[in-house]
C-alpha cells in the first residue's frame, strides 16, 4: 500500500505542475562545474608561441611539452591565435616542402573559441564538439588564464561520475 502522504495524480491535476528537481540534468552534477574548478587541479600554465615562429621551433615545443596545440600571443600577451598539430599534419600533406621554415602566422587558426573560468564545463564540451576542436584557451579580463583540452574535461568528469557512484553505493549498503 502506498505511504499516507503519496498523492496519486488525478485527472483534474494540471500537466503543466511538473517539478524539475530530478531532471536529467540537474541529476548531473557536470551541468554545473564551472571551467575554474578543473583549472584549479590542472594549473594556469599556457605555453604560447608567436606569430613569426617557426614550425621548426613549434614542433619542438610540442614534443618537448607532450601538448598538441600552442597559443599564439602577440608582445603584449594578446590573444592571435591558436596552432594544433591538425594544422602542421594539414600543410605536410599539402605541401610538405619548406614547412619547417613556415611562420606560425601562416598556419594558425585566427578565428579562437575561448571560453571564461565561469562556464560550466558541459557547455564547453558542448562547443568543442560542435566545433571539432580539442583545445579551448580560457580568457578573463582580455587575459589568457589557462587552456583546457577535451582529454581535460572527459578526465574530469570520469572522475565525477566514479564519485557519485561511490555516494549512490555507500547510499544503498550504507
Ligand atoms: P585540435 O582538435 O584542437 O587539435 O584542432 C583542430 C583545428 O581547430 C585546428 O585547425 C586548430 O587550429 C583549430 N582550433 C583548435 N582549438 C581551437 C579553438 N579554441 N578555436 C578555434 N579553432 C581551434
Do not use: W
Amino acid at each position: 500500500m502506498a505511504p499516507a502522504s503519496y498523492q496519486a495524480s488525478t485527472r483534474g491535476d494540471k500537466a503543466d505542475k511538473t517539478t524539475y528537481s530530478q531532471t536529467t540534468s540537474s541529476n548531473l552534477s557536470s551541468s554545473k562545474t564551472p571551467v575554474s574548478k578543473l583549472l584549479e587541479g590542472k594549473g594556469d600554465a599556457v605555453f604560447s608561441i608567436r606569430p613569426n615562429d617557426t614550425i621548426d621551433h613549434v614542433v619542438g615545443l610540442l614534443k618537448e611539452k607532450h601538448i598538441g596545440a600552442l597559443v599564439v600571443t602577440d608582445q603584449n600577451g594578446m590573444l592571435k591565435g591558436i596552432l594544433s598539430e591538425r594544422d602542421i599534419v594539414r600543410q605536410l600533406a599539402d605541401q610538405a616542402d619548406g614547412i619547417m621554415d613556415q611562420s606560425v602566422e601562416a598556419l594558425m587558426t585566427s578565428d579562437v573559441v575561448t571560453c571564461t573560468p565561469s562556464d560550466p564545463l558541459t557547455d564547453v564540451l558542448k562547443r568543442m564538439t560542435e566545433g571539432r576542436f580539442r583545445h579551448m584557451p580560457v580568457v578573463t579580463e582580455n587575459k589568457l588564464c589557462g587552456i583546457i583540452t577535451i582529454g581535460d574535461v572527459v578526465n574530469y568528469r570520469l572522475k565525477e561520475v566514479e564519485y557519485e557512484a561511490l555516494r549512490m553505493k555507500q547510499m544503498i549498503v550504507g
